[in-house]
């Protein structure tokens, strides 16, 4: 059973920066595919930024150039590194991974971010 934290979530002013980590537990970290989703007030979840099956990156267009995703592997850990902040990035942002093999989908608890001045 795999288990996800995420922390980093806060109040930031438009144009600021966060960095949201997710550690994960309860599995081999280089087994399983890490992403970010976030789901808006009123909207559906939608996909952030993942890691690939091939270890390449994925983002959202509304987001590139602007978030980051990375892992740390000797850290069980991956980041969404989140620069030039928009109100339209107000959400709550889970850490999602999928095991390898089984196709297992994994979430968690969901940190909120809000931006606003």
């Known amino acids: 059973q795999v288990q996800l934290v995420e922390s980093g979530g806060g109040l930031v002013q438009p144009g600021g920066s966060l960095r949201l980590s997710c550690v994960a537990s309860?599995?081999?970290?280089?087994?399983?595919?890490m992403g970010w989703y976030r789901r808006a007030p009123g909207k559906q979840r939608e996909l952030v930024a993942t890691?690939?099956?091939?270890?390449?990156?994925n983002y959202a267009d509304s987001v590139k150039g602007r978030f980051t995703i990375s892992r740390d592997n000797a850290k069980n850990t991956v980041y969404l590194q989140m620069n030039s902040l928009k109100p339209d990035d107000t959400a709550v942002y889970y850490c999602?991974?999928?095991?390898?093999?089984?196709?297992?989908?994994?979430w968690g608890q969901g940190t909120q971010v809000t931006v606003s001045s």
């Open positions: 999602n991974a999928v095991e390898s093999g089984s196709l297992k989908i994994y």
């Open positions: 309860g599995t081999i970290f280089s087994k399983i595919r």
């Open positions: 890691f690939t099956s091939g270890g390449s990156t």
